[in-house]
C-alpha cells in the first residue's frame, strides 16, 4: 500500500494556467511562451530614465496573457536567457495585483520574480501554446478607453505621415549620430476610417526606423501590438 501511495505522490502536477494563480508567494509550476521582454523605465524630464527592471508578456496552453515582471536587481541573473518566443518552466514566484495604468494583459496579476525562482528555458517548442495574439479593434473602442490609462490596445492601420513627413518623399529616419529622438510619431488610419496618432519610444522607435529604412519599398502599413 505504502508503495503506491509513493507511485501516485511522485506524479508531478501539471504546470497551473495563469486563470489558477492567486496572491501571494507560490510554489507551484508555470509553463508558458514568452511573447515580448522591454525595460521597465520611468521617463524623467530631460534624462534617459530610471531602470525599475524587465517587463514580461507570457502566454499558456489557454491562450492567456499575463504580465511577469523582473527586478533590476535579477536582472543580470536572467536577462541572458530571456528570448523571445521561446518556451519557459517556472517554479516559486510572487504574484502581485497589476498596476492600474497600462496594463497590456488580460490576467489581473503580475507573476514576479523573486529570490526563490527558477526559471528555466525547455528545449522543445509546445505546439500548443500560440506564438502571438492580436485583435483588430475600431476607433470607438479606442475613444472609449481615451485618456483612462487603462489597458494599451494592439492597433493596425495605413501610414499616413511618419514624424510629420508624407510618405511618398520616402523619409529617411535613422542617423549617423545621436541625434535621433527617443521617439517616433506616426499617422495611423483605421479600418474603419478615423487617422490616430501612435508614438513609439526608445527601443520600438529604434525598431520601427530600422525596418522602414530597410524595406525595399515604402512601408505603408503598421501593425503595433504589445
Not at 507551484?28 to 514580461?56: C, Y
Not at 511577469?68 to 521561446?86: A, D, M, P, T, V
Not at 519557459?88 to 495585483?97: D, F, G, I, R, V
Not at 526606423?209 to 503595433?224: E, H
Amino acid at each position: 500500500m505504502s508503495k503506491e501511495i509513493a507511485i501516485r505522490t511522485g506524479v508531478a502536477s501539471p504546470p497551473l494556467l495563469f486563470r489558477q494563480v492567486s496572491p501571494g508567494p507560490r510554489d507551484s509550476t508555470l509553463q508558458f511562451r514568452l511573447l515580448h521582454f522591454w525595460d521597465a523605465r520611468k521617463n524623467v524630464k530631460g534624462g534617459p530614465g530610471i531602470l525599475f527592471g524587465i517587463e514580461m508578456l507570457m502566454i499558456d496552453t489557454e491562450g492567456t496573457l499575463a504580465q511577469g515582471f523582473i527586478g533590476q536587481n535579477r536582472r543580470n541573473q536572467y536577462e541572458k536567457e530571456l528570448h523571445r518566443g521561446s518556451i519557459y518552466t517556472l517554479t516559486n514566484y510572487y504574484a502581485s495585483n497589476r498596476k492600474v495604468m497600462y496594463h497590456v494583459a488580460d490576467q489581473r496579476l503580475v507573476i514576479c520574480i523573486s529570490h526563490a525562482s527558477a526559471m528555466s528555458k525547455d528545449e522543445e517548442d509546445i505546439d500548443d501554446i500560440l506564438r502571438e495574439r492580436f485583435r483588430v479593434r475600431s476607433f470607438s473602442e479606442f475613444e472609449a478607453n481615451c485618456d483612462l490609462r487603462g489597458d494599451l490596445h494592439d492597433v493596425v492601420g495605413h501610414l499616413k505621415l511618419v514624424d510629420g513627413q508624407a510618405l511618398h518623399q520616402r523619409p529617411v529616419l535613422c542617423t549617423n549620430d545621436d541625434s535621433a529622438s527617443r521617439k517616433v510619431m506616426v499617422h495611423l488610419q483605421l479600418k474603419d476610417g478615423p487617422v490616430m496618432n501612435v508614438f513609439l519610444w526608445d527601443e520600438a522607435a529604434e525598431s520601427f526606423r530600422l525596418k522602414f529604412d530597410g524595406s525595399a519599398a515604402t512601408p505603408t502599413v503598421l501593425l503595433v501590438t504589445t
